[in-house]
């Protein structure tokens, strides 16, 4: 069971009305309060427990999933745990590499980072991002 991250409470002060959201992973109420579109993508693996057994094999499957929210016209996609976030974020240079292809302007954001983001907070976490947050 992946971990699951630690959510701010919400003083909702940015809706994201104009945006969608893919998610990836179980999304806490606070996060579905925003009045985005939302698009569930969690029905493919993240490779994460691949790694280490056949790094390819966990770059291509995650490939699979990023890529899928990317085409779908996602201004992000939103994830719940650690391991995602690593395999989408962390090892998205290698999964452009895999499927030839860039991901630009596109970025990954953790559910805390998201309701930060809502409450008008920029959470340090931003810096850590291999995809970088534009919003």
Not at 45 to 63: S, V
Not at 72 to 84: H, P, Q, Y
Request: charged content about 30%.
């Amino acid at each position: 069971m992946p971990e699951i991250l630690k959510i701010p409470e919400l003083n909702l002060k940015y809706d994201f009305k104009d945006f969608t959201i893919a998610t990836y992973g179980e999304i806490p109420p606070q996060a579905k309060e925003l009045k985005a579109k939302f698009m569930k993508f969690d029905g493919l693996p993240n490779g994460f427990e691949m790694l280490g057994f056949n790094d390819i094999l966990a770059y291509k499957i995650a490939t699979q999933t990023l890529f899928c929210a990317f085409d779908s016209g996602a201004d992000f996609l939103l994830v719940n745990d650690e391991k995602s976030f690593y395999m989408f974020d962390t090892l998205s240079k290698k999964c452009e590499k895999i499927i030839g292809r860039s991901l630009e302007n596109f970025y990954v954001l953790r559910v805390g980072e998201l309701i930060s983001l809502a409450n008008a907070e920029a959470p340090k976490s931003l810096k850590e991002h291999r995809l970088k947050v534009r919003i």
